[in-house]
């Protein structure tokens, strides 16, 4: 099936059960990280940035939970940059990045402007233009990492993603869909990852970038401008990354993250929750040294006194203190004033973090980690060699994916709003209109008379 067919004719009921599943999982557990996200002062920041030099004219698209409204160029730049703030979303081991941080905000724009201009999207046509928008850009990801030598960020390749499911949207024809994959493949931010790994800042994985750069080329392409070809998606040399689609879905194999840090700190937080789990005397006052054994790229987040939430998501000793410390890490043990936080600040300064060449043999196609905790008292503990939980093969189940999301979303929304997203999102295949959900997302102080009446949300459903 070639690329624009796929774009044109694809419906998501034909897609597996469990890939339909897993995207509306995909789409409520990026909306749980924009919630949690949506205060700090990344998300401020861009905000006042899209508001300021990104006004709404002839497009108008609202932010997300603000709903104050600004060109769709702004809301993606905003929407990418806060869920990028806070890094508790899903990831993709062949392309070593992530696809709905910017999928999700910069066509949810997109809808929302097409929404304005009066036309109706049903439940059915969001959630293919999101399917169509993660599969290619995680298939656009993994040809990029099959043929660029440097590790980029995810921005590089994710605007890909969101040109195939903006196309969907706009009913682009052929010719100007392939001008608009060039144009979001040559403008795309091909950012150094490692730079921002060992110097955290907001700048993130460049979500933002690639949410503007996907639609930047949509609009680029409606104008004239010519950009084809697209070298990951029309070359010899990415041909294994495109063969199959339709067939096969990258989707399946993403992860998903329990908590919001990043990655490579997965697995010892993994580690580490079994070990409290299995031994109860384990707590911050009684730890007296913990060490991490861990692969050589998760040795280099190290963090044990970040000056500030990037370098507290970006770091490995923090978040596991504040786990240790709190017995849980959600947005506000690695956002604000839990960074200066006495409680955690003293376990982070009694970890160690040492490169086991063991687990650096086996990265990345494993990433793993193995934690021990020596106590005050004399008693020591060390875990197995472990896997983060979230991984395929260690799945979150429904609950702990509603646990989640409810956790990171209840940061800024009422326990109404939070379920009142969490059942617009199930109730999306059904619905002749996205109406519901937008409302949620777009309207703060509608999402709230709406969430204070779940009866009449269910019947309109």
């Known amino acids: 099936m070639s690329l624009y067919s796929f774009v044109r004719d694809f419906s998501f009921n034909q897609a597996p059960a469990h890939t339909r599943a897993l995207l509306q999982t995909c789409l ?16 401020q920041a861009l905000k006042h940035y899209a508001v300021s030099h990104y006004p709404a004219g002839a497009l108008a698209s609202r932010l997300l939970f603000d709903g104050r409204a600004v060109h769709p160029l702004g809301a993606a730049w905003a929407g990418g940059f806060s869920v990028d703030s806070l890094d508790a979303h899903e990831g993709h081991f062949t392309s070593k990045g992530h696809a709905g941080a910017t999928v999700v905000p910069a066509l949810l724009a997109l809808v929302d402007a097409c929404r304005e201009q009066g036309r109706a999207i049903s439940g059915e046509e969001l959630l293919s233009a999101l399917c169509i928008g993660y599969e290619t850009a995680l298939r656009a990801g993994a040809a990029l990492m099959a043929t660029a030598p440097e590790y980029h960020a995810s921005g590089a390749f994710s605007g890909l993603g969101v040109v195939c499911g903006g196309a969907r949207l706009l009913g682009l024809d052929e010719q100007t869909f392939r001008h608009a994959l060039g144009i979001a493949e ?13 110097h955290p800042s907001m700048l993130r994985d460049a979500h933002g970038a690639g949410a503007h750069a996907g639609l930047n080329a949509l609009l680029l392409a409606q104008a004239g401008v010519t950009g084809a070809p697209a070298e990951t998606v029309e070359t010899t040399a990415v041909a294994a990354q495109w063969h199959d689609l339709g067939q096969r879905w990258e989707i399946d194999a993403q992860y998903f993250k329990p908590w919001p840090v990043c990655r490579w700190a997965q697995p010892a937080l ?186 009449a949300m269910e019947i309109a459903l």
């Open 28 to 43: 409520l557990d990026i909306l749980g990280v924009a919630a949690g996200a949506r205060d700090n002062q990344t998300s």
């Open 186 to 198: 040559y403008f795309g931010p091909r950012c150094p990852m490692m730079r921002l790994v060992d």
């Open 270 to 455: 993994t580690a580490m929750t079994a070990l409290l789990a299995e031994h109860p005397q384990i707590t911050g006052e009684a730890i007296e040294r913990i060490e991490v054994e861990t692969f050589h790229e998760s040795m280099r987040l190290q963090g044990h006194t970040p000056a500030n939430a990037d370098e507290a998501q970006y770091a490995l000793a923090f978040p596991l203190a504040a786990l240790v410390a709190r017995g849980q890490v959600g947005p506000l043990e690695v956002t604000g004033e839990a960074i200066h936080a006495a409680d955690i600040l003293a376990v982070s300064r009694r970890i160690e973090i040492v490169e086991a060449d063991d687990l650096s043999a086996r990265f990345p196609n494993e990433i793993l980690s193995r934690v021990s905790v020596s106590l005050k008292d004399g008693q020591g503990f060390t875990s197995p060699i472990t896997a983060a939980k979230g991984d395929p093969a260690t799945a979150m189940s429904a609950a702990e994916f509603s646990a989640k999301f409810h956790l990171l979303a209840s940061v800024s929304l009422s326990a109404s709003q939070c379920q009142a997203i969490e059942q617009a999102v199930a109730a999306l295949p059904a619905s002749s209109d996205c109406s519901v959900l937008f409302d949620l997302l777009f309207q703060p102080e509608a999402a709230q008379a709406l969430a204070a009446q779940p009866h």
